[in-house]
């Protein structure tokens, strides 16, 4: 009898890189992190109680193991708070949001190592790239990074809010309020 293991990470290429993600941990999360370049985890992040899991790995070189492996625990979770990550081929840039944790990993001088942590306001929602600038979405922020990684800026906003991007201008609606900027210098 074969049954699919819901705890298995799903796996998703980029050119000749192999991201893992899932949502609990995996069978073999021991011989990841041992053959890592990079391995790190992280407790518990906001204030809820109420957490979820994150597993991430990156195997960028072809062998058979990943180079980088993330876990966390997070919060929030659940109901439109789910981890996600986007990674820019282009820079070796691997951008990672879950709960309120915000990360950045690069590997453009071989070796995978961390560009920053930073935190989301209230709950990280979504990244998406626009041309060479990256947008993070949160319950009570949006923000925006160069692909690189530099952060560019941050704003707050306030639920209902949506962003749409058109050729290099953010037109950014705030219950039902909208105002216009340029995509890399922000409101």
């Not at 282009?90 to 961390?114: C, D, N, P």
Request: net charge negative; glycine share 10%.
């Amino acid at each position: 009898m074969v049954s699919d293991v819901w705890g298995s990470p799903l796996t998703v290429a980029v050119g000749q890189t192999q991201i893992l993600m899932g949502l609990t941990p995996p069978a073999v999360l021991g011989g990841y992190r041992q053959h890592a370049d990079l391995s790190e985890d992280f407790p518990v992040s906001g204030d809820s109680g109420y957490d979820g899991y994150f597993f991430l790995a990156v195997n960028d070189h072809g062998g058979e193991w990943p180079r980088l492996v993330v876990t966390q625990r997070f919060a929030p979770s659940g109901a439109g708070f789910t981890p996600g990550a986007l990674y820019v081929p282009e820079q070796r840039q691997l951008f990672v949001g879950a709960g309120t944790r915000l990360l950045a990993y690069e590997t453009r001088s071989g070796l995978w190592h961390r560009n920053w942590l930073d935190e989301a306001e209230c709950g990280f929602w979504s990244w998406r790239q626009h041309d060479d600038v990256v947008i993070m979405s949160a319950e009570l922020e949006i923000a925006a990074w160069r692909t690189d990684g530099t952060k560019l800026w941050t704003t707050f906003v306030e639920p209902p809010w949506s962003y749409r991007v058109d050729s290099d201008q953010v037109e950014l609606d705030i219950m039902g309020s909208v105002r216009t900027f340029h995509l890399s210098k922000g409101p």
